[in-house]
């Protein structure tokens, strides 16, 4: 081998070794910048709050899925914790009698080998506590109860079981499309039906997140239809997932003054990676995005989209950017200031934190819930705005 050819395998080394680098460093970095905070979704898990604005409402805060559930008469209480419960054998509870693990927390457990006998594990101090019939399920509520007020409790998300008329559970709703959680284990599979035996479609490691839309039960196990990136509509086995706090609205004291009543507009908290969706002053939408990394920061200000496309093609090279990026076909797109938009990505599922060139990165589903309710409005596969068909106000800030 010559010095010339020597030398430019050297060179053609150093530039792979280089090209790694930067990719390790960008992962680096947007793995290490989440912006998940403590808020009272998950503060409060496993807790009764009482409601002292609303006549005394009640409600239970599942450390499930950090979500909120109503509970009103002593019936809907006594039915809607035997929803949420968790199953354990005579001799599984014998075991925890006296040392309750703090995984239970908060949580009912039903002995399923004694009539159903349910029992509630204080989040306080883990004892058990017999719930013998509907009307002891209230009376226990209201004791236990945290009082609280209505805008405390705003800050931590709706869920509702849906059930048939024996009282089973047939469905589960969550106010903003689902809830999210992040993997607890490396590479976990993820499956194209609730079931091990379907067809594997790749796998999630602990820097994934993911938003739960449908629970399942297949025989003994239970599945999570998820929200996300890179495998929209795919199950993975709940035990992978554990829920994140919630993300919390935008607190809009003030309306935008551009805003008209009734209209949609959307606001983007860079430093929470928090986007929401309001109709006037009333949040639709709270949801975990992905915005620009610190070398290609998303922008500030208020803006309108200016152009909606169902599809579309994305590229960028330095200087604009740091790298050079080629996407085609990127769904829900909605550009509000040159190269800047609002849109869904499959090529990733790490929402939470900085990761973008600088666009606003939404799941699948979530993109296409705030494309199908902005402006400016059609059916084409690209809009333009104009004066009577104007565009969404888009809201940026730190």
């Known amino acids: 081998m010559t010095f010339a050819k020597f030398w430019c395998l050297i060179m053609f080394m150093n530039k792979i070794l280089f090209c790694l680098l930067t990719i390790f460093f960008s992962l680096f970095l947007a793995s290490s910048a989440l912006a998940f905070s403590d808020n009272p979704s998950n503060l409060l898990a496993g807790r009764i709050l009482l409601d002292k604005d609303s006549l005394g409402d009640l409600w239970y805060v599942n450390p499930d899925d950090f979500h909120r559930y109503y509970v009103g008469t002593g019936a809907e209480a006594y039915k809607t914790l035997k929803n949420l419960s968790l199953g354990i054998s005579n001799v599984d509870f014998d075991k925890i009698v006296g040392n309750v693990p703090d995984r239970l927390k908060g949580k009912f457990v039903i002995k399923i080998q004694d009539d159903g006998r349910a029992f509630y594990v204080d989040p306080e101090n883990n004892s058990l506590t017999y719930i013998n019939n509907p009307q002891s399920a209230i009376y226990l509520f209201k004791r236990l109860a945290t009082s609280t007020d209505s805008s405390s409790l705003r800050d931590i998300p709706i869920a509702k079981v849906i059930t048939d008329d024996s009282g089973r559970e047939i469905d589960r709703k969550w106010q903003y499309l689902g809830w999210w959680g992040q993997v607890n284990t490396q590479r976990i599979p993820i499956m194209a039906e609730p079931s091990l035996k379907s067809k594997k479609l790749g796998t999630f490691s602990k820097i994934n997140h993911v938003k739960v839309l449908e629970i399942k039960r297949n025989n003994s196990l239970t599945w999570y239809k998820i929200d996300g990136g890179g495998y929209p509509g795919a199950y993975v086995e709940a035990k992978y997932i554990d829920p994140l706090p919630q993300p919390t ?51 500030t200000g208020i803006f309108n989209i200016k152009y909606k496309f169902k599809k579309t093609r994305m590229h960028g090279a330095p200087p604009a950017v740091t790298h050079y990026y080629d996407l085609k076909d990127v769904p829900w797109t909605m550009y509000y200031q040159g190269s800047y938009a609002v849109h869904g990505a499959y090529w990733h599922d790490e929402f939470g934190g900085k990761r973008s060139a600088g666009c606003t990165n939404l799941t ?22 104009s004066n009577d068909n104007p565009g969404t106000i888009v809201n940026n800030h730190y």
């Open 364 to 385: 699948i589903g979530d993109s296409k819930f705030v494309f199908d309710l902005s402006g400016p409005s059609g059916n084409a596969d690209k809009v333009k705005s």
């Open 249 to 299: 609205p935008e607190n809009v004291s003030v309306l935008l003054a551009s805003v008209k009543a009734g209209d949609y507009w959307i606001d983007v908290n860079i430093s929470r990676s928090v986007l929401t969706l309001f109709r006037g002053d009333n949040p639709i939408l709270a949801t975990y995005v992905s915005t620009g990394v610190n070398s290609s920061p998303t922008i």
